[in-house]
C-alpha cells in the first residue's frame, strides 16, 4: 500500500484560517462542539451522496511525535500512512477519509506509535490500541480469564448515516431462546484440551428430527465479539434457518490456533475423528454432509475451506468470513494436496 492521499476538511480547514487570523477563541469553541456532538467530524461531499468525509480528532498536547489510526479505513498494516497531522501549534491533531456512506467499523488510536506491524508482540496492546474519547460508541472485546493472552481492548464504533441495519444481533426480550453449554475436550491427536462451547437451540429435544449442525472455529470471538446464541435465536424464532445445533470450538492460546488452523491436515484429523464423534455422541445431530457447515473467521475462514475439501464427507458446505487467503506459507503442500484431491 502506498502514501494515502491527503484529504481536506472544510471543517478544519476554515478552523486553521480563524486561527492564523488571530481568533484564538476558535479552537476552544470547536472543541465544545465536538465534545457535544462526538467524533469523528463527518462532512457531506458536494454533489455525491454516497460518499463522505470523515475526520478522525485526537486532542494531545506534551511531548508528542505520532499518533496513529487503527483499524478502521486505516485497516492494521502501514501505520505510517496513517499518521494524524497536527493543526499548526495547537493541540488538535486530524485525518481525513472519504468514505462510503453505509460504512460501519471499528477503530483505536496509537500516541506515539513505534510504527511496526500490528502483530509486533513488544508493543503493549493496552497502550497502543486507545479508544476515542470523543466518542461515546464502543466495542469492547474482553479479557478472556482463561487465556492471559487475550487482553481486553476497547474498540469505537465508527458507524456513517447510511449503514444498514442489524436486527439480528439484538436480543427479544419475548420468545423462546436457546442455551449454550460449556464443555473440555482433551484431543489424543493434537496432544492439548480447549474449550467447546455448544448452542442448543430453544425447544431441543431428542425424540424429533436430527437437528442441522454448525462448526464455528474461535469459539471465544463468537461468544464474545459476535453475539452468536442471539444471531442464531433471532434467524430461527423468524424462520430464516432451521433449528440447529452450533459448536463454537475454542483454541489452547495463539500460538496453537496459529499452528492449527492455516490448513494443518492433524486438525482435520481431530476434527473428523475426536470432535465429530463426540458431538454426535452427545447432541442430537445430522450425520448429512448437506446439513452440516464448518466456518470462521480470518484464519478460521481459510481452516473451514480447508477442513471442508479435506472432509467433504462430514462437511458439505463451508463458511468463510474475511478468510486469511492471503496465506501461502505450504509447508506441507496441503492447499495443493487439498485441491487435487476436491
Known amino acids: 500500500m502506498g502514501a ?21 477563541a476558535a479552537l476552544p469553541a470547536f472543541w465544545r462542539e465536538i465534545t457535544q456532538q462526538g467524533a469523528p467530524l463527518m462532512e457531506a461531499i458536494e454533489g455525491d451522496d454516497k460518499h463522505a468525509l470523515v475526520t478522525f480528532l485526537w486532542r ?29 501549534e495547537s493541540d488538535l491533531w486530524y485525518k ?10 471499528v477503530y483505536t488510536f496509537s500516541v506515539n506509535d513505534p510504527l511496526t506491524k500490528s502483530g509486533d508482540e513488544s508493543v503493549d496492546v493496552g497502550t497502543r490500541f486507545l479508544p476515542d474519547p470523543l466518542n461515546s ?22 458507524e456513517l448515516p447510511d449503514a444498514p441495519a442489524q436486527p439480528w444481533i439484538v436480543p427479544q426480550s419475548d420468545g423462546a431462546k436457546g442455551q449454550v453449554e460449556v464443555h473440555r475436550l482433551r484431543s489424543h491427536i493434537l496432544d492439548n484440551e480447549r474449550r467447546v462451547w455448544v448452542y442448543i437451540p430453544a425447544g431441543y429435544a431428542k425424540n424429533v428430527e436430527l437437528y442441522h449442525l454448525l462448526l464455528l472455529f474461535d469459539g471465544w470471538s463468537y461468544i464474545d465479539l459476535i453475539p452468536t446464541p442471539t444471531i442464531l435465536d433471532n434467524l430461527i424464532r423468524e424462520g430464516m434457518i432451521p433449528p440447529l445445533v452450533t459448536v463454537l470450538l475454542d483454541h489452547p492460546d495463539q500460538e496453537t490456533r496459529n499452528r492449527e488452523l492455516p490448513c494443518h491436515q492433524p486438525f482435520v484429523d481431530f476434527l473428523t ?13 445430522t450425520n448429512e454432509p448437506a446439513q452440516t457447515i464448518v466456518g470462521g473467521s480470518s484464519y478460521g475462514g481459510l481452516a473451514a475451506v480447508f477442513v471442508g475439501l479435506r472432509a467433504s464427507e462430514i462437511f458439505g458446505n463451508m463458511l468463510a468470513q474475511s478468510g486469511s ?5 505450504d509447508p506441507e503442500g496441503d492447499i495443493q494436496a487439498a485441491y487435487s484431491q476436491a
Open 4 to 24: 494515502q492521499q491527503t484529504l481536506i476538511s472544510p471543517r478544519i480547514t476554515s478552523l486553521q484560517q480563524l486561527l492564523l487570523s488571530g481568533n484564538i
Open 60 to 88: 494531545e498536547e506534551g511531548d508528542t511525535h505520532n499518533i496513529v489510526i487503527w483499524g478502521g479505513p486505516a485497516g492494521l498494516d502501514h501505520p505510517e500512512d496513517h499518521q494524524m497531522t497536527r493543526l499548526l
Open 96 to 105: 481525513t477519509y472519504r468514505l462510503q456512506t453505509d460504512l460501519r467499523g
Open 137 to 158: 460508541h464502543q466495542f469492547v472485546y474482553h479479557k478472556d480469564e482463561e487465556r492471559p493472552d487475550r487482553q481486553e481492548v476497547v474498540f469505537s464504533i465508527l
Open 273 to 285: 475423528q475426536e470432535l465429530i464423534p463426540w458431538v454426535r455422541e452427545h447432541y442430537h445431530v
Open 325 to 329: 487467503f492471503w496465506w501461502d506459507k
